[in-house]
């Protein structure tokens, strides 16, 4: 990956699209050097899709909040821009709270150098860092480790070789001799034994390792599962419809997608391998033709391209779609950004931003074409207009 130093503000969003046939993809052309996360999700809960991206070298998350009045493309205004001190290289977001309440939305970001992590409301003008007790960081997951009705927050240190819980809800958890340094890239949460607590695990180069939550937040290494080369990041569904979660991991260096069933009792089978030989780096699941299975989209970090791999019902994938997007693509994530019951992509362009080549994101809209119930068509597939009274199916 390039290094790329200068400054970062805001600026208004420049919109493309492409539309020959298939999908809109909108090109998101924000002041982000070097973007290196993308999340989406009702960040201020007033009902649309919104964006965060962590922009790795001006030490910013812009926040791009949708306006709502589902037009495809969405016309984006301006990003807010959350500035830190330090370089963001992972995202997630949730709804806080505990007991009675107040519940509030808050997007969770962690930096690499200092290393610190942050909580803020986007309705906010800044974000402040807390310092953590680590080395470094690679990657962050939220979830209700201990029960306790409130969310938790995960980080995992790859070269202090430890998960850290920075608001309780967990006890650490010591990696020292199950990984190797720098090695831990992504963490997922998953109740991978159906006991109605939430378990983890990481990717650290050529295995999957599974920690089992004893129901309180304490965390014991369950299994160490070796699945590649060089493992990255880790998408967590039920995929053959029996009810409990299977998993699907990216390896850039073995050049492959791997499909692993949960057999149940801490078991876990590899039951496909599809190559990808331009670097998968990023994998993340999502119902993409309306068929009622999880499919999963896939970055291509080397070749610059967006993969589908639909899901025939059973857990059995196939690639069938491949979107070429700007330059490096690094992380994906889910929305109905045009609130049509469809879902989109958004894809964080490595390479793209004001020292790059190109955007700094790109939205895919409606990715299979499905079709929607009310019309008959695809929207935002260079379909026919909505018939007369259609438009208002999703107030």
């Not at 962050?140 to 809800?169: C, E, H, R, W, Y």
């Amino acid at each position: 990956m390039r290094k790329a130093i200068g400054w970062c503000g805001v600026l208004l969003s420049a919109l493309a699209m492409v539309a020959l046939g298939g999908p809109v993809i909108q090109d998101l052309a924000w002041d982000c050097i070097l973007p290196s996360y993308v999340i989406a999700g009702d960040l201020n809960g007033d009902g649309w899709d919104d964006i965060a991206l962590a922009c790795h070298s001006c030490d910013t998350i812009l926040v791009g909040l949708n306006p709502g009045g589902s037009p495809c493309p969405v016309p984006w205004p301006a990003p807010k821009a959350f500035v830190l001190n330090d370089s963001p290289v992972a995202l997630t977001w949730g709804l806080f709270g505990g007991g009675v309440g107040p519940y509030y939305i808050q997007v969770v970001g962690v930096t690499q150098y200092l290393p610190a992590w942050t909580s803020f409301k986007v309705s906010g003008t800044s974000a402040s860092l807390s310092q953590l007790p680590a080395v470094t960081v690679s990657h962050v997951t939220v979830g209700d480790f201990d029960g306790n009705g409130s969310l938790d927050v995960a980080v995992l240190d790859p070269l202090g070789f430890k998960i850290l819980f920075p608001q309780g809800g967990g006890g650490p958890i010591d990696l020292s001799g199950q990984v190797q340094p720098g090695e831990p890239a992504f963490i997922a949460t998953g109740d991978f034994d159906r006991d109605s607590d939430l378990d983890l695990v990481i990717s650290s180069g050529t295995s999957l390792l599974f920690f089992e939550n004893d129901g309180s937040g304490m965390f014991g290494l369950k299994l160490t599962k070796a699945i590649g080369l060089s493992l990255r990041a880790i998408a967590v569904a039920d995929f053959d419809g029996d009810t409990d979660v299977d998993l699907a991991v990216v390896d850039p260096e073995f050049g492959a997608l791997a499909i692993l069933e949960n057999e149940g009792c801490w078991e876990f089978s590899i039951t496909a391998r599809i190559k990808m030989d331009q670097g998968p780096v990023f994998v993340i699941p999502f119902d993409c033709d309306r068929d009622g299975d999880n499919d999963l989209a896939i970055a291509e970090f080397d070749g610059d391209f967006v993969l589908v791999a639909r899901n025939n019902g059973r857990g059995g994938f196939s690639v069938d779609m491949v979107f070429r997007v700007g330059d490096s693509p690094i992380g994906l994530a889910v929305g109905d950004f045009d609130r049509n019951a469809i879902p989109d992509l958004v894809v964080a362009l490595y390479g793209g931003g004001p020292t790059g080549t190109g955007p700094a994101a790109q939205i895919i809209y409606n990715p299979c074409c499905a079709t929607d119930d009310c019309t008959g068509t695809a929207p935002c597939c260079d379909q026919p207009l909505p018939r007369p009274g259609c438009e208002d199916r999703y107030p």
